[in-house]
T-cell receptor, first 109, second 116 residues
Framework: GQNIDQPTEMTATEGAIVQINCTYQ??????LFWYQQHAGEAPTFLSY??LDGLEEKGRFSSFLSRSKGYSYLLLKELQMKDSASYLC??????????WGAGTKLIIKP | GAVVSQHPSRVICKSGTSVKIECRSL??????MFWYRQFPKQSLMLMAT?????????EQGVEKDKFLINHASLTLSTLTVTSAHPEDSSFYIC????????????FGPGTRLTVL
């Protein structure tokens, strides 16, 4: 079966760095997405990785290792507004997005 | 980025009634639209995929006669929850994609449905 695993919840301090991991097992791979979702709102796109390596975009970076079925989202200089759920999603061979359950990130002052 | 709107944002209805949710792509042509459902503290669950002008493809376990999807134009898709029951109460989110399968999905703001 297809499976996306990510931690349920993480806590970090304002100004610090946090890494949210995602491992996946899917039928085929056409890219991995990270989305941010605030409570009661729809997800917003953060990043897309299809090749191995690190993609940096401001305070957020995303890493992919296809051989390991592994990705992480790195958030630097954390701000209170970064408190949200972070969803990992993999596009499989049928171009369907397979979603992880999301990681709730709690930022403390 | 591209904008997707959803209407209504919140709806409360009585059990047994039908509710229609609209999803519109405002500044691009959405060849494919997706309908998701999300229960509290759970991930997005894909309900169906619709391509403009053709019948929607429903995921396993989703009743197509209960959740009617129409994608009549490149900018509008509708989801009708027929004979709604309290267990249908959920957050319904649409997303839209332009062009080929590699393109990013843009999400609407979601519709909170409460069935009394």
């Amino acid at each position: 079966g297809q499976n996306i695993d990510q931690p349920t919840e993480m806590t970090a301090t304002e100004g610090a760095i946090v890494q949210i991991n995602c491992t996946y097992q899917t039928s085929g791979f056409n890219g991995l997405f990270w989305y941010q979702q605030h409570a009661g709102e729809a997800p917003t796109f953060l990043s897309y990785n299809v090749l191995d390596g690190l993609e940096e975009k401001g305070r957020f970076s995303s890493f992919l290792s296809r051989s390991k079925g592994y990705s992480y989202l790195l958030l630097k200089e954390l701000q209170m507004k970064d408190s949200a759920s972070y969803l990992c999603a993999v596009m499989d061979s049928n171009y369907q997005l397979i979603w992880g359950a999301g990681t709730k990130l709690i930022i403390k002052p | 980025g591209a904008v997707v709107s959803q209407h209504p944002s919140r709806v409360i209805c009585k059990s047994g009634t039908s509710v229609k949710i609209e999803c519109r792509s405002l500044d691009f042509q959405a060849t494919t639209m997706f309908w998701y459902r999300q229960f509290p503290k759970q991930s997005l669950m894909l309900m169906a995929t619709s391509n403009e002008g053709s019948k929607a493809t429903y995921e396993q376990g989703v009743e197509k006669d209960k959740f009617l999807i129409n994608h009549a134009s490149l900018t509008l898709s509708t989801l009708t929850v027929t004979s709604a029951h309290p267990e249908d109460s959920s957050f319904y989110i649409c997303s839209a994609r332009e062009g080929d399968t590699y393109n990013e999905q843009f999400f609407g703001p979601g519709t909170r449905l409460t069935v009394l």
